[in-house]
């Protein structure tokens, strides 16, 4: 084999999926790189966006607008969704309800930092019932004028049931115009979503 047949032969050189840093050798450079833009995700496009639009709402007038903080208190996000939320509610103080892992303890943080009412599920039915003494110690912390209570129900073949940890789990308790009733002198609102179709761009939850 003559030179020019060894030059053909050579393979080209391939990159190689790694890169020094100091002594360590890092296999995968986009594993260091991708945690971050979570984070710088939220602080430079999602807040700004979510300020913009609570402007438009206070601009317009347009009071009772939810902030409702997904991410569980144990989650890594948590912080960076709380000091969203803040940030909400100190661009439209009084003009927006909070909602997501609200309890007794923190609900009237909530009330302080800006928001008009607290919106709660899972506190309240707890262990898939209604847990009374925790809503009387709700309702004395903050007050019956700042609580919503959230009784978005999913359907079965008894009818529309609570249904709580984010829409998780299941309980016993059917939505009725008794329900209401009884609960209507521990809150100033009801939230109901019917989340069979929640967000799924179809037609409204219908009774049989």
Not at 89 to 99: H, N, R, T, V
Not at 106 to 124: D, L, Q, R
Request: proline content about 3%.
């Amino acid at each position: 084999m003559n030179k020019k047949d060894e030059a053909k032969s050579e393979k080209p050189p391939t990159a190689q999926n790694h890169f020094s840093l100091g002594k360590c050798k890092i296999s995968n450079p986009g594993a260091v790189y991708a945690w971050p833009m979570g984070a710088w995700f939220l602080a430079f496009f999602v807040a700004p966006l979510a300020i913009i639009i609570i402007y438009s709402f206070l601009k317009k007038g347009l009071y009772g607008g939810h902030v409702i903080i997904l991410n569980s208190a144990d989650s890594e996000y948590y912080e960076a969704s709380r000091a969203q939320a803040l940030e909400a509610l100190k661009a439209f103080p009084g003009g927006l309800q909070i909602g997501g892992g609200v309890t007794r303890e923190n609900a009237a943080s909530w009330i302080e930092a800006g928001a008009s009412h607290v919106i709660v599920t899972s506190y309240i039915f707890h262990d898939g019932r209604i847990d009374h003494g925790r809503l009387e110690g709700l309702k004395r912390e903050v007050g019956r004028e700042h609580i919503v209570l959230d009784l978005s129900c999913r359907r079965t073949d008894t009818g529309y049931m609570v249904a709580t940890d984010r829409w998780q789990t299941l309980t016993d308790i059917e939505v009725t115009p008794a329900l209401f009733k009884s609960l209507s002198e521990h809150c100033d609102e009801f939230l109901i979503h019917a989340v069979d179709v929640e967000g799924r761009g179809a037609e409204i939850g219908r009774a049989s």
